[in-house]
């Protein structure tokens, strides 16, 4: 089955710092790549995605592209703010299942 | 409501007693999901509905779970005889078509917590 490896957390910058998360991947098939993310006390929500290789998803200041000679989707942003403090999860998405990553836990301070 | 909307928001258990956790998906959203997400892990997949039908319960743990959508809406996690290590959040999320052109973005609660003692 598919599966998803991120960097572990916790991650701690200080406020416009750049960001980056590191994520690569294993699927049978040509996934859709996800990242999701979950503020405090909220649910997750979709961060941004991307559906085959090369493609570049972005939202928010974030940035991810779609690398199949890698099997990876690294996350970035250039600045970051303390309003991103969250935990991100990388995602492969295939048929009717999403696999997650652990998640990585971003706090950023001022 | 405009989101999923999940309910227990907590659950304690005793080891051995049956627990029902719902879901109410946004309206009019043909896909539902549920996922269990233990502490410090990703969500794992349990299962998926497409209207009423079960389409995919490859990921349910043991024959102790069982989940149901009778009317294509509101969708019921059961867990019977519970272990500790059912403890976990129980993630519920829903899209609004169905997986014909590969799965895209999933709308998630808040999740139920259950904890077995």
């Known amino acids: 089955g598919d599966s998803v490896t991120q960097m572990e957390g916790p991650v701690t910058l200080s406020e416009e710092a750049f960001l980056t998360i590191n994520c690569t991947y294993t699927a049978t098939g040509y996934p859709s790549l996800f990242w999701y993310v979950q503020y405090p006390g909220e649910g997750l929500q979709l961060l941004l995605k991307?559906?085959?290789?090369?493609d570049k998803g972005s939202n928010k200041g974030f940035e991810a592209t779609y690398r199949k000679e890698t099997t990876s989707f690294h996350l970035e942003k250039g600045s970051v703010q303390v309003s991103d403090s969250a935990v991100y999860f990388c995602v492969t998405g295939t048929a009717s299942k999403l696999t997650f990553g652990t998640g990585t836990r971003l706090q950023v301070t001022l | 409501g405009a989101g999923v909307s999940q309910s227990p928001r907590y659950k304690v258990a005793k080891r051995g007693q049956d627990v029902a956790l719902r879901c109410d998906p946004i309206?009019?959203?043909?896909?539902l999901f549920w996922y269990q997400q233990a502490l410090g892990q990703g969500p794992e997949f349990l299962t998926y509905?497409?209207?009423?039908?079960?389409?995919?319960k490859s990921g349910l743990p043991s024959d102790r779970f069982f989940a149901e959508r009778p009317e294509g809406s509101v969708s019921t996690l059961k867990i019977q005889r519970t272990q500790q290590e059912d403890s976990a959040v129980y993630l519920c999320?829903?899209?609004?078509?169905?997986?014909?052109?590969?799965?895209?973005?999933?709308?998630f609660g808040e999740g139920s917590r259950l904890t077995v003692l």
């Open positions: 509905f497409q209207n009423e039908a079960q389409l995919d």
């Open positions: 991307a559906t085959k290789a090369d």
């Open positions: 309206s009019g959203h043909v896909s």
């Open positions: 999320a829903s899209t609004l078509v169905g997986l014909a052109g590969g799965i895209g973005e999933l709308f």
